[in-house]
């Protein structure tokens, strides 16, 4: 060797630092980990805010009208012509159509029809009867596209009738020998279809009327050669008329005690019952109107009956009216329906409670281990009150020894008296969970109205809820005293 030296051959593993930021992240990865884990895997529970709010009732029903209605036939067979517009208000010997038996008259009215035009008052009228339709059309019936048709055809072949023969009136001064004129025989309101009702009463109401499926009406106007004795046209002569409708238990409940409150007891006994009036919104205009109301009954149906003394020109062409009763809407706390729960209380005699100038509860017997009775004071939360009992919650312990303040079996001393009552007797109260504190605690409501979805519920009551509490959405997710996290 030259150089007398070794090579050292020896390698030294190296050691990396310790890395204390891998640490760190696998911490929070495992964390998240387990977070996600529990989200998944957990039942989620959502709050509500409590709000003001109202609920509107939906009282719509579906009544048959009833009028004084006069069918008229024709005297003499031939070719028909109406010269009254449906609904118009005839007096007596207004002509109401025209019949004519040659055949020249209709040959004429041929001949002039690509002279006649509708103006604009026409037009307007017709656009009217489409925008009243789309608006208040429903797929659920269907049935009223027919009708609404027949309702344009009609008023179209009013307009056109009107026009042909006042041209022919003016054309001619021998245009009476055409035709002939009818005229009314009385003042009223002209309609031109029958459906079997025109002599129908409340008196003599029947099931089989609210069957829309079975209902049939025949337009007088679809035929332009008549027969004597056809039916041709038929007036509404009294401007009262009435709209009959099944009642519901609740409805019929709600006109009884409205016609209830009208009553007038003398002194002697008798019982005077006045007129009995309910607000009522059609469907078809939304015209609101304040009928008198009574119940009929037939074969243990109620009905309600409705009499106006107005508006009768407005629907006469209508046998079938859908309407709203309109009743007064509920102000107060609105929740959810799946917000509310029940919960079992002690029901405890209210002159046992025993009031002193800070705080409310009761005396409640003890008996010692060496025998000795004693009467000691209950502080229990009373959670509801009325003038005969007191709702305490069974399951209340005492804050210092953990033990429940009240058991079945106990006895409380009555106030200012020496006898007892013996807890036992309990009782189920409706309320909600209130997560306020991030835990659940149960409180009373009192629903004042509900539907399928929401109800109303009383402010301010003991022990209850304000606005903009925070309740459980859903109160059979938790339990009482669940942590929300």
């Not at 579906?62 to 036939?73: M, N, S």
């Not at 035009?117 to 009217?128: A, F, G, K, Q, T």
């Not at 309702?151 to 021998?174: F, K, P, R, Y």
Request: contains cysteine; hydrophobic residues 35%; aromatic residues 12%.
């Amino acid at each position: 060797m030259a150089n007398g030296r070794k090579k050292n051959t020896k390698i030294v593993r190296y050691r990396r630092p310790f890395n204390i930021g891998v640490v760190f992240f696998g911490f929070i990865a495992v964390y998240l980990i387990v977070c996600v884990y529990m989200y998944f895997t957990s039942e989620h529970i959502s709050g509500y805010e409590v709000i003001k709010g109202n609920l509107a009732a939906d009282y719509h029903y579906t009544g048959v009208a009833l009028r004084t209605e006069q069918v008229y036939t024709a005297q003499k067979a031939g070719y028909i012509n109406y010269y009254a517009a449906e609904g118009e208000k005839v007096s007596v010997l207004s002509t109401v159509y025209t019949v004519d038996e040659s055949g020249r008259m209709s040959e004429l009215l041929e001949e002039s029809s690509g002279d006649l035009s509708l103006d604009e008052e026409d037009y307007s009228e017709i656009r009217s009867g489409v925008s009243s339709f789309l608006g208040n059309y429903s797929d659920m019936s269907f049935e009223s596209v027919y009708s609404f048709k027949t309702n344009v055809d009609s008023a179209i072949l009013d307009l056109v009738n009107q026009n042909m023969i006042a041209q022919l009136d003016n054309a001619s001064e021998g245009g009476g020998e055409l035709f002939t004129r009818y005229n009314a025989e009385t003042a009223g309101v002209v309609e031109y279809y029958i459906d079997g009702l025109e002599g129908a009463t409340a008196e003599s109401v029947e099931p089989g009327w609210f069957d829309r499926s079975k209902y049939e009406r025949q337009d007088l106007r679809s035929a332009d050669l008549v027969s004597e004795g056809d039916p041709v046209y038929k007036l509404v002569t009294e401007e009262d008329w009435q709209l009959i409708f099944p009642l519901d238990q609740e409805m019929e409940s709600y006109i009884l005690d409205e016609m209830e409150k009208n009553q007038k007891v003398a002194e002697d006994g008798t019982v005077t019952q006045n007129t009995t009036y309910i607000e009522i919104r059609f469907d078809k205009d939304e015209e609101i109107a304040w009928p008198s109301v009574t119940v009929q009954y037939a074969d243990g149906q109620a009905y309600g009956v409705l009499s106006f003394v107005n508006s009768m020109v407005r629907y006469a062409g209508e046998r079938y009216l859908d309407f709203e009763i309109l009743r007064d809407e509920t102000v107060g706390l609105k929740i959810p329906q799946s917000a509310v729960t029940e919960k079992d209380f002690f029901v405890i005699d209210a002159a046992c409670i025993t009031q002193s100038e800070d705080r409310t509860g009761f005396m409640k017997k003890t008996v010692s281990e060496d025998g000795t009775e004693a009467v000691e004071f209950v502080n229990s939360t009373i959670y509801y009150q009325d003038d005969q009992y007191a709702y305490v919650d069974p399951l209340e312990e005492s804050f210092s020894t953990s033990k429940k303040l009240l058991e079945s079996g106990d006895l409380l001393v009555k106030a200012d008296s020496a006898e007892y009552y013996q807890v036992g007797q309990t009782a189920k109260l409706k309320g909600v969970y209130n997560i306020n504190k991030g835990y659940t605690i149960f409180r009373i409501i009192e629903i004042l109205y509900e539907n399928e979805d929401y109800c109303i519920v009383e402010e301010g009551t003991s022990y209850g809820l304000s606005v903009y509490d925070h309740i459980v959405l859903n109160a059979d997710t938790v339990t009482e005293d669940q942590v929300i996290y």
